[in-house]
């Protein structure tokens, strides 16, 4: 900075002495203007990259965070970054949201492209974090810890359940170890068959349950449906008598192909498949899961199904495509609310389509916002009709359906309370007309988008199938969590390793309000694209993920924990330098630490100097994984121009001052450009044109000493 300052003090001097001078009406010599002289003693600086002493400081790395697009574009900033920077940080474009699918695919194609520009040019990538509380998808994690919904089959249920429903297995022939458990199937309070093994198993059917004759019409396709978990990884397979071949290899899924047998886990799993070919007019079912030594298994009771898949439905939907997978026949209208079917993914258990109507306020009556299914024909005078749909909203409100006639009298359904998950409504109503032809739903008592799925509509005199909800276990959710991690990770990792030797881990792991404390999104809505997977796997989350990294990586990779904020808030860094500690004592190896700066002209550089000291007392790398200097003003002024590139140059002496050089890893700057987006937010060293800025000198007189 002395050497800017310098320039602006001889060029003032410089057009005063001039002012002094004796005019001469010949000499049309002119001053060049100050602002001029200072943006050519700006541009007289080199590139940032050819400040770097590599000869002393061989591994440093000066880097900056950018969208990964500015970079594979080949563009204006491909060309900055590469003349100016010799590591390259995207972020955005490599988080778990960018890169994992809504079907659970993880695509690094983009990455890909990503490193192989940079490795033309000599810039190394520094990988965005694995695991971070925000950019996650959320949408697909949540999905996978929804509620799991059967809907049992709308078919007569060929199998006699009526003793095992009550607790006798006088009509099963089982092995020992087979019993009734009380409460132990799908949803609350619900019976189980409970199958023990042994510590040694002898054959597959060692343990088994055989059920009664089922009757069949010969040469009708019949399906089986039964849900099944087990206490450790297990095995099974059923077996038959009455067929023509009664130990099938089986597509057990109702998918894929066929296998000799099925696998279990803690959750419940449906195993779905068909058989035909029956000698006579009944046959036998065997379920063996004499394979696992000392696993306990368990048999839901109430959603055990065998059933002529071409026999006649017991339940009528009046509703067509209640599930919305093939569009929407629905009208609507009001307050310039807005409706649709939202992406697959987004229905209830996170799979498929739902129905959504937007309504941007609350209005005066409840029928104002309404949207409208028109039935085939009227539903009968006299009689009563169940509604069931799953509903919930972005806030929580009431809507209300009604069955309605043109004339608009109704018979209602009464109110449904909507809360910000998905809850199962069930409902009915009388009909006391002849002309109710269409179902109604009105929204003007909710502010904001409701979501509907599963819309079914039936007489209630009809017998219909049921619908069972479980809830995931704490034990389940760890393991579906902790498997994802393992995917994602060993993915993102293994399949860039050859080009990424350092990336940040953790990211932002500590809470900001009690700073010795991990991040927490319990008990809170989360905005999209929020995900905390601490709150599923514990504190040793971050021990997963460090070991996870390691395993799939490359063993001299430099492996990073990040935080923000840690020079405004002492405790916060103290809280995570403990947290690294804790890591490293459960057989984590934490290579850096990361500490992301969003400065103020108004900045404490004394704890800035604190923070780094305190970093540096751990002995880990320290690298300023994202610098910025922010001055909230669409028209700074020279002034805030000026203190501005004081505090980067201050960052930096305090940087090489604290730290010592073995352990400077590097700086990236979290925002190199003004921002393009906020007249307001001038950040950076380079204006939104490209035009270097006061800042960049005090930043370049800094760098000279790293």
Same mark, same amino acid.
């Given at each position: 900075? =002395?050497? @800017?300052?310098?320039?602006?003090?001889?060029?003032?001097?410089?057009?005063?002495?001039?002012?002094?001078?004796?005019?001469?009406?010949?000499?049309?010599?002119?001053?060049?203007?100050?602002?001029?002289?200072?943006?050519?003693?700006? &541009?007289?600086?080199?590139?940032?990259?050819?400040?770097?002493?590599?000869?002393?400081?061989?591994?440093?790395?000066?880097?900056?965070?950018?969208?990964?697009?500015?970079?594979?574009?080949?563009?204006?900033?491909?060309?900055?970054?590469?003349?100016?920077?010799?590591?390259?940080?995207?972020?955005?474009?490599?988080?778990?949201?960018?890169?994992?699918?809504? &079907?659970?695919?993880?695509?690094?194609?983009?990455?890909?492209?990503?490193?192989?520009?940079?490795?033309?040019?000599?810039?190394?990538?520094?990988?965005?974090?694995?695991?971070?509380?925000?950019?996650?998808?959320?949408?697909?994690?949540?999905?996978?810890?929804?509620?799991?919904?059967?809907?049992?089959?709308?078919?007569?249920?060929?199998?006699?359940?009526?003793?095992?429903?009550?607790?006798?297995?006088?009509?099963?022939?089982?092995?020992?170890?087979?019993?009734?458990?009380?409460?132990?199937?799908?949803?609350?309070?619900?019976?189980?068959?409970?199958?023990?093994?042994?510590?040694?198993?002898?054959?597959?059917?060692?343990?088994?349950?055989?059920?009664?004759?089922?009757?069949?019409?010969?040469?009708?396709?019949?399906?089986?449906?039964?849900?099944?978990?087990? *206490?450790?990884?297990?095995?099974?397979?059923?077996?038959?008598?009455?067929?023509?071949?009664?130990?099938?290899?089986?597509?057990?899924?109702?998918?894929?192909?066929?296998?000799?047998? @099925?696998?279990?886990?803690? %959750?419940?799993?449906?195993?779905?498949?068909?058989?035909?070919?029956?000698?006579?007019?009944?046959?036998?079912?065997?379920?063996?899961?004499?394979?696992?030594?000392?696993?306990?298994?368990?048999?839901?009771?109430?959603?055990?199904?065998?059933?002529?898949?071409?026999?006649?439905?017991?339940?009528?939907?009046?509703?067509?495509?209640?599930?919305?997978?093939?569009?929407?026949?629905?009208?609507?209208?009001?307050?310039?609310?807005?409706?649709?079917?939202?992406?697959?993914?987004?229905?209830?258990?996170?799979?498929?389509?739902?129905?959504?109507?937007?309504?941007?306020?609350?209005?005066?009556?409840?029928?104002?916002?309404?949207?409208?299914?028109?039935?085939?024909?009227?539903?009968?005078?006299?009689?009563?009709?169940?509604?069931?749909?799953?509903?919930?909203?972005?806030?929580?409100?009431?809507?209300?359906?009604?069955?309605?006639?043109?004339?608009?009298?109704?018979?209602?359904?009464?109110?449904? @309370?909507?809360?910000?998950?998905?809850?199962?409504?069930?409902?009915?109503?009388?009909?006391?007309?002849? *002309? #109710?032809?269409?179902?109604?739903?009105?929204?003007?008592?909710?502010?904001?988008?409701?979501?509907?799925?599963?819309?079914?509509?039936?007489?209630?005199?009809? %017998?219909?199938?049921?619908?069972?909800?479980?809830?995931?276990?704490?034990?389940?959710?760890?393991?579906?969590?902790?498997?994802?991690?393992?995917?994602?990770?060993?993915?993102?990792?293994?399949?860039? =390793?050859?080009?990424?030797?350092?990336?940040?881990?953790?990211?932002?792991?500590?809470?900001?309000?009690?700073?010795?404390?991990?991040?927490?999104?319990?008990?809170?809505?989360?905005?999209?694209?929020?995900?905390?997977?601490?709150?599923?796997?514990?504190?040793?989350?971050?021990?997963?993920?460090?070991?996870?990294?390691?395993?799939?990586?490359?063993?001299?990779?430099?492996?990073?924990?990040?935080?923000?904020?840690?020079?405004?808030?002492?405790?916060?860094? #103290?809280?995570?330098?403990?947290?690294?500690?804790?890591?490293?004592?459960?057989?984590?190896?934490?290579?850096?630490?990361?500490?992301?700066?969003?400065?103020?002209?108004?900045?404490?550089?004394?704890?800035?100097?604190?923070?780094?000291? !305190?970093?540096?007392?751990?002995?880990?790398?320290?690298?300023?994984?994202?610098?910025?200097?922010?001055?909230?003003?669409?028209?700074?002024?020279?002034?805030?121009?000026?203190?501005?590139?004081?505090?980067?140059?201050?960052?930096?002496?305090?940087?090489?001052?604290?730290?010592?050089?073995?352990?400077?890893?590097?700086?990236? !700057?979290?925002?190199?450009?003004?921002?393009?987006?906020?007249?307001?937010?001038?950040?950076?060293?380079?204006?939104?044109?490209?035009?270097?800025?006061?800042?960049?000198?005090?930043?370049?007189?800094?760098?000279?000493?790293?």
């Amino acid at each position: 900075m =002395k050497k @800017f300052q310098k320039l602006g003090i001889l060029a003032l001097t410089a057009g005063l002495m001039t002012a002094c001078a004796d005019f001469d009406p010949l000499a049309f010599n002119t001053e060049k203007p100050e602002s001029i002289a200072l943006q050519e003693e700006l &541009n007289s600086y080199a590139a940032l990259r050819s400040l770097l002493d590599t000869v002393a400081y061989p591994n440093f790395k000066l880097g900056v965070a950018m969208p990964l697009t500015d970079y594979t574009s080949a563009g204006l900033k491909y060309r900055f970054v590469n003349r100016n920077f010799n590591e390259f940080t995207p972020n955005t474009g490599m988080s778990h949201r960018n890169l994992v699918q809504d &079907n659970g695919t993880i695509n690094l194609v983009n990455i890909q492209s990503l490193l192989e520009m940079a490795a033309q040019k000599d810039v190394s990538v520094f990988g965005s974090s694995l695991i971070s509380y925000n950019n996650q998808n959320s949408a697909y994690l949540n999905g996978l810890l929804s509620p799991l919904i059967v809907e049992s089959p709308a078919f007569d249920n060929e199998l006699a359940l009526d003793g095992l429903k009550e607790g006798e297995l006088n009509d099963w022939t089982v092995s020992s170890g087979v019993t009734i458990a009380q409460g132990d199937g799908m949803g609350n309070g619900v019976p189980a068959v409970k199958l023990v093994v042994g510590a040694s198993v002898a054959s597959p059917n060692s343990v088994r349950i055989t059920s009664p004759e089922i009757p069949v019409i010969p040469g009708k396709t019949y399906e089986v449906i039964a849900y099944i978990k087990s *206490d450790v990884p297990g095995e099974g397979r059923f077996t038959f008598e009455g067929l023509s071949e009664n130990t099938p290899e089986l597509a057990w899924f109702g998918s894929g192909p066929a296998t000799p047998t @099925f696998s279990t886990s803690i %959750s419940w799993k449906e195993v779905r498949f068909r058989v035909n070919a029956f000698e006579g007019n009944s046959f036998k079912f065997q379920l063996e899961l004499g394979y696992t030594p000392s696993a306990t298994y368990y048999l839901d009771i109430n959603n055990l199904y065998v059933y002529d898949v071409d026999g006649p439905p017991m339940i009528s939907n009046l509703i067509s495509n209640g599930d919305f997978e093939s569009g929407d026949s629905w009208g609507g209208w009001g307050n310039n609310s807005t409706r649709g079917v939202t992406a697959n993914g987004q229905g209830v258990g996170g799979s498929g389509s739902a129905f959504f109507v937007t309504n941007p306020s609350t209005t005066g009556g409840f029928w104002e916002v309404q949207t409208v299914y028109q039935l085939a024909q009227p539903v009968k005078n006299g009689e009563t009709y169940n509604l069931s749909f799953w509903v919930k909203g972005t806030a929580d409100g009431v809507i209300r359906p009604e069955l309605q006639s043109p004339d608009y009298s109704s018979n209602g359904f009464g109110q449904v @309370f909507v809360t910000q998950e998905w809850r199962l409504a069930n409902l009915s109503t009388t009909v006391n007309a002849d *002309d #109710r032809g269409r179902l109604i739903f009105s929204y003007g008592e909710f502010a904001g988008t409701v979501y509907i799925d599963n819309v079914v509509l039936s007489n209630a005199n009809a %017998s219909g199938g049921s619908t069972t909800v479980v809830e995931k276990t704490a034990q389940e959710k760890n393991s579906i969590i902790g498997t994802q991690m393992e995917r994602w990770v060993s993915q993102v990792v293994g399949q860039t =390793k050859d080009q990424i030797k350092a990336r940040n881990v953790l990211d932002e792991p500590m809470d900001q309000n009690n700073p010795a404390e991990l991040r927490s999104g319990l008990g809170r809505t989360l905005p999209d694209g929020e995900f905390y997977w601490q709150d599923y796997l514990g504190k040793d989350y971050g021990v997963k993920a460090f070991q996870m990294a390691r395993q799939h990586g490359n063993p001299a990779d430099l492996l990073f924990i990040n935080e923000s904020g840690l020079e405004a808030n002492l405790d916060k860094c #103290r809280g995570l330098i403990d947290y690294v500690t804790y890591l490293e004592n459960k057989g984590a190896q934490v290579d850096g630490i990361g500490t992301r700066m969003q400065l103020s002209l108004n900045s404490n550089t004394s704890d800035i100097g604190t923070m780094f000291q !305190l970093l540096a007392a751990t002995g880990k790398m320290v690298r300023v994984s994202g610098l910025e200097v922010r001055i909230m003003s669409a028209q700074p002024t020279a002034t805030m121009l000026e203190r501005q590139a004081e505090i980067y140059g201050e960052v930096l002496a305090l940087y090489e001052q604290y730290v010592p050089a073995a352990q400077r890893y590097g700086i990236t !700057l979290g925002s190199a450009i003004d921002s393009e987006s906020d007249n307001t937010l001038r950040q950076g060293l380079w204006d939104v044109n490209l035009t270097r800025k006061p800042s960049y000198a005090g930043f370049a007189d800094g760098l000279k000493n790293q």
